[in-house]
């Protein structure tokens, strides 16, 4: 969404003021009266009067009504996402310094760059959902070249270039340095500013000799659920050097060369103004440093406030003029601000990993609530592929019914189809092969394997002996899972629904930490809706609930961590016994052949085998007393758990039903201790309590400056 540049006018107090300077009545627009001299010659038609309106005028304001009038807003919207320049304008001695640093000595007195600090990291620490990291860098331009006032060596300016990339301007090689505190922000600015170009002629006894830029950089990322989600922005803060007439300055040598530079500079930006309030279609930005710095704020995505500082004195009509034509000017630019957002793809990543393992678990947890066993959702393996594609052959050739058929999840479902395209593609070109006379070929309907060759069988010998529980009658009709324990059968009442049939969605079957869960009455199930609705309220906004929400997930996460680990476990395990399998066949095999004439005798192949197959028995050994001692454990860490989701449905039960007693306890406390707040609070702002990270910043860089001067000019020891 366009917006044009809000402008603002602030005039400098002024002991002879001139009556040809006057703010109307709408507090928005300014009228001149200009007194006609002959220096134009006898015929003089320029106009005697002139009229300029803006979004503001500030005359006699003070430090805290500018900032809240112009800067608040721009440095609000910076934590939401939004670029923002804020910049002065005017002649040399008008207040522009002033207006955006303030005197050091008087903290009621700071300008606009301190007040923004403050107020970013007073928003950022109240936020406490969002994780705000804030950079800051300090640039120069001088006589038209760039110096990093934050650099270790400020001198070197080789590596500062300014650049484009991806629709913003940026100086690359420029310090940025992270800051956590307002302190720490603040001491960084004092310091630039010590190491920022000053001098002194007849209008202003510390008159700044060249442009700077305090960039404030914000990333603000969402904590939980979309972290991945960052925005950023960045906030510059410019004061530009003021426009001179030599002849008023009275400059010469050194700072007359800074004059004509800055002059120039400020020339070339009124030009780029020009063409941007004219629409032109070509803007030139990169006649020098400054324009190309402020490339962004002048039609790009930025919210733009300019703030004409004046000096309304006779002596300075003309300059006032100036100024006042260059801001309304400025005021004709549009900007397109919107939020800039950056995505973190190896978040994004996780998140997605995450979402899978949640599904995953989901569906365990519904197969097992639903009486299917365990169904694998996995890719297949070679061997599953292979026992299928003996499976579909025997259903083609009639030996096999459809029931036998796997159709628990959908990657089985389209491996069955497969299969049987494959088939058919196979009996196809057999008769083709066939028609041309090709013959040898065996026809279609030959004789095939039986019915379960190829596929696991049900049941192993001795399995029936050792087992627990009771055995499906009819488990010949899918693949083998093995025999549930006895103490899984799920409570009588629930209906898990018939064979190879989800359950009803008009009784979904709650999770143990939900609220009307397992175990709920009739009238807790025709509350649900209010209950779950309070349940997710109760995690998210009460700190009690936060805290239980959190220990029951840790515990939850440790849970499929031990359960993962277990299941990696049994794999080596198996991986160790099948290797043991395969090395001892092949040893037999070995030792049946034996040596011509020496069966005693070991070659080095047997002994090779024998040296593998007793490094696989110790792996097997080792890991399978690992997997005894998880699988002992995991039951404790099960109970664990739900433990824990029972105190969170405890915790919330007694929250839900709301004792007004202990509630009304509660408030008077509260009561109290807010009057004891406030009262806190008053006399701490009666002693200007913000102003501790200001003096502290102060004093830290004091201490700086002292110490390197020390350094400086410390005696050499002879020797």
């Known amino acids: 969404m366009k917006s044009h540049v809000r402008v603002f006018v602030r005039t400098r107090p002024s002991a002879e003021p001139s009556g040809g300077f006057r703010s109307l009545e709408d507090g928005k627009s300014v009228a001149l009266t200009v007194t006609k001299t002959s220096i134009y010659g006898v015929i003089n038609n320029t106009s005697d009067s002139l009229s300029f309106k803006f979004d503001g005028i500030l005359e006699g304001a003070g430090q805290d009504s500018v900032y809240a009038t112009c800067a608040h807003e ?10 923002g320049t804020i910049f002065c304008y005017g002649q040399t001695g008008a207040g522009k310094t002033y207006t955006m640093s303030g005197e050091s000595q008087q903290y009621s007195r700071r300008g606009i760059t301190p007040r923004a600090l403050h107020q970013i990291f007073e928003q950022a620490d109240i936020c406490v959902d969002r994780q705000t990291t804030v950079k800051v860098s300090f640039v120069e331009v001088y006589n038209e070249v760039l110096y990093d006032l934050l650099s270790a060596a400020p001198g070197s300016v080789d590596s500062l270039q300014i650049v484009e990339e991806e629709g913003t301007t940026l100086v690359k090689g420029l310090t940025q340095i992270q800051v956590t505190t307002e302190k720490e922000a603040l001491a960084l600015l004092f310091e630039g500013e010590a190491n920022r170009s000053t001098a002194s002629h007849a209008l202003n006894a510390a008159s700044s000799r060249s442009h700077t830029v305090f960039t404030i950089h914000c990333q603000v990322r969402m904590l939980g659920e979309g972290e991945e989600r960052a925005t950023t922005s960045k906030l510059n803060l410019v004061d530009l050097a003021g426009s001179e007439r030599t002849k008023k300055t009275g400059v010469t040598g050194q700072a007359l060369k800074e004059a004509n530079a800055i002059n120039k500079s400020l020339t070339f930006l009124e030009q780029t103004v020009n063409a941007l309030s004219r629409k032109e279609s070509h803007v030139p930005f990169r006649q020098s440093k400054l324009t190309s710095l402020l490339r962004d704020a002048l039609g790009g995505n930025c919210k733009t406030v300019l703030i004409a500082n004046v000096w309304p004195e006779a002596a300075h009509m003309e300059e006032t003029i100036s100024t006042l034509r260059f801001a309304s000017r400025v005021r004709l630019i549009e900007t397109a601000p919107h939020v800039s957002e950056s995505y973190d793809s190896s978040l994004v990543l996780k998140r997605y990993e995450r979402q899978i393992k ?14 299917r066993g365990q169904v694998n959702y996995t890719d297949l393996t070679d061997a599953e592929v292979s026992d299928l594609k003996v499976l579909v052959s025997s259903f083609l050739e009639g ?20 299969q049987m395209q494959l088939a058919y593609q196979a009996s196809k070109s057999s008769q083709d092969t066939q028609a041309q006379g090709n013959s040898g070929v065996p026809r279609p309907g030959s004789p095939s394997p039986s019915p379960g060759k190829g596929l696991r069988p049900s049941s192993r010998e001795g399995e029936a002996a050792e087992g627990v529980g009771e055995e499906d009658p009819q488990g010949a009709q899918g693949f083998h899972v093995g025999l549930a324990p006895a103490n899984l059968r799920p409570p009588q009442g629930i209906d898990t629904g018939s064979k190879g049939q989800a359950l009803s969605p008009r009784s979904p079957l709650q999770s143990p930490c939900s609220p009307g869960g397992l175990g709920s009455s009739p009238d807790a199930m025709r509350t649900r809706p209010d209950r779950n609705a309070a349940f997710i309220d109760y995690k998210r906004d009460v700190q009690e609930g936060r805290n239980l929400d959190q220990a029951v997930k840790k515990i939850q996460s440790e849970h499929k961590a031990a359960k993962e680990e277990l299941k990696q476990c049994g794999l080596a395990v198996n991986a160790a016994k099948r290797q ?4 001892s066949m092949a040893l037999g095999a070995k030792r ?8 005693d005798v070991l070659d080095s192949e047997e002994h090779q085998l024998l040296q593998t197959l007793k490094a696989a028995k110790m792996k097997f050994r080792s890991g399978f007393q690992q997997l005894k001692v998880l699988q002992s ?8 758990e739900a433990e824990a989701c029972k105190r969170l449905i405890d915790a919330f039960d007694a929250w839900f039903a709301g004792d007004t007693t202990q509630l009304n306890g509660l408030e ?5 201790q807010q009057v004891f707040e406030r009262m806190q609070h008053a006399q701490l702002t009666a002693m200007d309590p913000d102003s501790s990270a200001f003096f502290a910043a102060r004093k830290q860089v004091r201490r700086k400056q002292a110490a390197q001067l020390q350094r400086t000019f410390q005696p050499t020891r002879k020797a």
Not at 74 to 83: F, I, P, T
Not at 399 to 418: C, F, G, I, N
Not at 580 to 583: E, G, K, P
């Open 668 to 672: 008077a406390e509260d009561d109290e």
């Open 358 to 371: 949640e599904l995953k678990a989901e569906l365990t947890t519904r197969d097992s609530l639903a009486g």
């Open 580 to 583: 043991i399998d395969d090395v």
């Open 592 to 599: 049946a052949e034996g040596v011509a004439g020496e069966p």
């Open 633 to 640: 454990g995991l039951p404790a860490v099960a109970q664990t």
């Open 74 to 83: 721009v440095a609000e919207s910076l934590l939401a996402g939004y670029n």
């Open 399 to 418: 030996s096999a019914t459809v029931d036998q058929l796997p159709s628990q999840t959908l990657k089985q479902v389209k491996e069955t189809y497969r």
